[in-house]
């Protein structure tokens, strides 16, 4: 029997320290851990392959980044290369446009900027922010600054002018962005220094380009955003709030102090109200309302100089060209139009799978300003508009100008429409295109004795050759602008961008007048690169 036992026990010993092993090895559906994720440092390859959210350049609470943007574009009526201004090139018609040319065009889908960003946690959910960034052209590293653009060019006849515009960028350390704040994601963000407007903010996402300079009017001119002018784009001593409730979102912006604190007004108020909402076929919605108002808005411009054909003295025959400035003026002396602004923007976006649908809408009126600043103020980048000299001054109509300031431009009020819509489609997760058109149209509000009429204008060139060109005869008479763009976008890795693609842009009626050409044909293709 002993032996018996010892023959048994053997074997069902064997079974029961063998089942715990045997139960363990037995198949589940435990998922096997994923491996570790590659280092985006690893080569420079990786890295570009790599998001910022994947692998930002943070240290701390800290977060460095940058986007270059550069490309070649050719314009079949073009304004030559100007370092200070924000887009370099007129990828929209101007009035400098005249004449084919290729050009070197920075910022084609985004402004080249570097910038810093904070997020430090603090307590309870609450965490300071901060961001400040800077914009510049990545063609020669000049500041982007419109007041300096218009500055090189002041004085000019108009065919020896460049690109230029206004701009509430003016080259300063925080011309894009500079705040501080606090963040919470159920009470939202309030953020308190150079903020952008809540208009500027809506355009970004509701525009089908992107606010894209080369491919979008609403990108390509701050007037949409600012509802007629550029400089309300941003508040340089501004407060900001944005709160997310469930599927909706609100947002306000308020504006202390005028000029002489930096700012393009001096009062700015802003409110948005919106939401996303989804469908039982798996689309989503977003609508967004914004409503602006903004009291003494800046408007920029220089003294156009002239070129005539001599018609006496020993260059008789020959072409001279004059400067515009005053005498007893400085060339960094500039000219500005003042108005209260008051406007409302309506922008829908719908996105099913792999299309996305846009549509917006944009109303604004401009109405002469409540004060007339008499003795001139200082604007945006330290530039200078002059007080203007009453003409009972001796000697007011031969050496001074009587407007440096006008503030009776909309003695009557300047009513704009403006409609957009467009399309993109991604055919896979590297590869966008984009089609989008854009409307608006003026009323006539020309206060002057003078009634809208057709009229020739002529343009006398430095070789003496004219051009002449039948134009309304006041750019307060009604008329219209248009754009037709496309856009492929491809992304090889995830930071760098190739696009290529085209704007046609026209321009009619009283918006025309003073336009050397009407229409510009505008393909573009560049790289953008983000760090």
Do not use: H
């Not at 941003?234 to 700012?263: C, H, I, P, S």
């Not at 829908?348 to 944009?362: D, M």
């Not at 005869?473 to 009604?478: E, S």
């Amino acid at each position: 029997m002993t032996a018996l036992r010892r023959i048994f026990a053997v074997p069902v010993a064997a079974f029961m320290l063998a089942a715990p092993a045997g139960a363990a090895d037995l198949p589940t559906k435990k998922e096997v851990p994923a491996p570790p994720a590659a280092n985006c440092f690893s080569s420079l390859w990786a890295y570009l392959n790599s998001t910022a959210i994947d692998c930002p350049l943070s240290y701390g609470p800290f977060t460095v980044y940058a986007t270059f943007d550069v490309g070649l574009g050719y314009e079949s009526n073009g304004a030559g290369f100007n370092k200070a201004y924000n887009n370099g090139v007129a990828n929209f018609i101007s009035k400098q446009s005249y004449g084919a040319q290729w050009l070197w065009t920075p910022n084609g889908i985004n402004q080249t900027v570097v910038g810093i960003k904070m997020s430090q946690p603090i307590a309870y959910g609450w965490s300071l922010v901060g961001t400040l960034e800077i914009g510049f052209d990545p063609l020669s590293g000049y500041l982007t600054n419109g007041p300096r653009s218009l500055v090189d060019n002041n004085g000019k006849a108009l065919v020896l002018q460049n690109a230029n515009s206004d701009s509430s960028r003016a080259g300063q350390w925080n011309a894009s962005q500079g705040f501080i704040g606090l963040s919470n994601k159920t009470y939202g963000t309030l953020t308190v220094g150079r903020v952008t407007s809540i208009t500027l903010d809506g355009i970004i996402a509701g525009d089908p380009m992107g606010g894209a300079y080369a491919f979008s009017p609403l990108g390509y001119s701050g007037q949409y955003a600012g509802f007629g002018n550029t400089e309300t784009n941003r508040a340089n001593t501004g407060v900001k709030y944005r709160v997310d409730f469930m599927n909706l979102r609100g947002a306000g912006l308020a504006q202390w102090g005028g000029y002489d604190q930096g700012n393009g007004a001096t009062g700015l108020y802003q409110a948005q109200v919106g939401g996303d909402f989804f469908n039982v076929y798996g689309g989503e919605l977003s609508l967004d309302a914004i409503g602006s108002y903004a009291q003494n808005a800046v408007s920029l411009s220089t003294f156009s100089g002239s070129c005539a054909v001599l018609k006496s003295g020993p260059f008789k025959g020959q072409t001279g060209c004059s400067s515009g400035i005053p005498k007893f003026y400085s060339a960094d002396d500039l000219k500005a139009t003042l108005s209260n602004n008051t406007g409302f923007m309506l922008l829908s976006k719908y996105k099913w799978g792999p299309a996305t649908l846009y549509g917006g809408y944009e109303w604004w009126r401009q109405a002469d300003p409540s004060s007339t600043f008499p003795n001139g103020f200082e604007t945006l980048g330290g530039f200078s508009v002059p007080g203007n000299i009453p003409s009972s001054f001796p000697g007011a109509s031969k050496n001074f100008p009587t407007q440096w300031i006008n503030y009776t431009a909309y003695l009557n009020n300047r009513f704009v429409n403006v409609f957009f819509f467009g399309a993109k489609y991604s055919f896979n997760a590297q590869l966008d295109a984009t089609a989008a058109f854009y409307y608006l149209d003026q009323n006539n509000y020309n206060s002057s004795a003078t009634p809208c009429a057709t009229a020739n204008t002529t343009f006398v060139r430095p070789n003496g050759t004219s051009l002449v060109a039948l134009r309304v005869n006041n750019g307060a008479c009604a008329g219209s602008q248009d754009a037709i763009s496309f856009l492929l976008d491809y992304r090889p890795v995830k930071r760098v961008d190739l696009y290529a693609g085209l704007m046609v842009s026209n321009v009619y009626g009283g918006l025309a007048n003073g336009y050397q050409a009407t229409q510009n044909i505008a393909p573009t293709a560049g790289v953008r690169v983000k760090f």
